[in-house]
């Protein structure tokens, strides 16, 4: 099969954490659209827009000098990020549940001022926009995400991969997002990647380490999966692993499907936002996925 682009099996961190999950899910968030607007749909929750609002801030640091990143708060910042989240279209339907998000992600900022250790460093920044790159140019499927933290490390030449965790809990050890992430920097910039952290920013002052991958065991299980995918796309199968009933991942969904949903809005990826009212579901998920 030919390399193309408009053809090829896109995957990435959070669409193979979806299928591994659920591939039902995977379908409905990745494939699906609206038959009238013809929108992929996406479900709003509290801890997604917390996490994307804190990314967006941090993120907004890498591009500036090092001598100036600091020279506004990042609260002041984070304001303006939350004002893209607040109300109905970040999954908030009470305020008191919005102000507790908000102040979570105030008090994750606070510890970065406090501590912020490799941000004062420079950093490396990727050229592409969403950096990807042909995981199998045989096979037609193409690796993309983006990167939290590129941090330079000037006496070796090289790059220390760091992500930043709004989660209150630590990422699970079959994860396979360090793989991903390392595949993508070794591949889509010149310098060799010599470390990894994660940042829990919301009980941790300092880094985690962590141990390298392997670059071919990681191609491996990585490939694995996105053939996976790539051939139940082309079967169109995509079954919930709990069968009929579906599992929490693929519930959600399907109330927006049979119109048990609220729609609040669409965002600038064209995606219509729904919210479900009463979903403790929603607010339970703490990860943010880039």
Partial sequence: MAKDKMTATWVSHSSISLFLQCPRAYYLQNMYRDPTTRHKIQLASPALSLGSAVHEVIESLSVLPTDQRFSESLITKFDRAWQRVSGKIGGFTDEGIEMHYKQRGEEMLRRVMENPGPLLNKAVKIREDLPQYWLSEEDNIILCGKIDWLEYLSDTDSVHIIDFKTSQKPEDGTSLQLPIYYLLVQNTQKRQVTKASYWYLAFQDELTSKELPDQKEAHDQVFKVAQQI?????????????????????????????????????????????????????????????
Avoid: M, P
Avoid at 243 to 253: D, M, V
Avoid at 276 to 290: G, K, P, V
């Fill in 230 to 290: 790539q051939l139940a796309r082309k079967l169109e199968r995509f079954k919930c692993h709990q069968g009929e009933e579906g599992c929490r991942a693929c519930r959600s969904l399907e109330k927006i499907i049979r119109g048990e949903a609220e729609k609040v809005g669409t965002n600038e990826r064209n995606q219509d936002i729904y919210i479900l009212r009463n979903d403790s579901a929603s607010e339970e998920d703490e990860s943010y996925i880039l």
